[in-house]
């Protein structure tokens, strides 16, 4: 997910709040557990290639921490 820098500090909390909303809803699958993991990056006015690489590393940050989280991508 991208958001303007202005707009990355409160993304956390958004995000925050879908990702447990997910974790914990009720599916028709009674043995079915939905968890994601995401990570917002801001746009610096840096190329998009650089804007993908720092997103994608972010990613596989995350998934080496462990699942259900958001991890800030190329935080300033």
């Known amino acids: 997910m991208i958001f303007s820098e202005t707009y990355i500090e409160n993304s956390k909390s ?3 709040e879908w990702r447990s909303n997910v974790a914990n809803r ?7 557990v939905v ?5 917002p990056g801001a746009w610096h006015m840096e190329s998009l290639e650089q ?3 720092d997103v994608d590393e972010a990613l596989y ?12 991508a190329n935080a300033n």
Do not use: H
């Open 14 to 16: 958004y995000l925050g």
């Open 26 to 32: 009720v599916w028709c699958e009674g043995s079915l």
């Open 51 to 53: 804007l993908v690489t």
């Open 61 to 72: 940050q995350a998934k080496q921490q462990g699942n259900n989280r958001i991890l800030l």
């Open 35 to 39: 968890t994601f993991s995401t990570w």
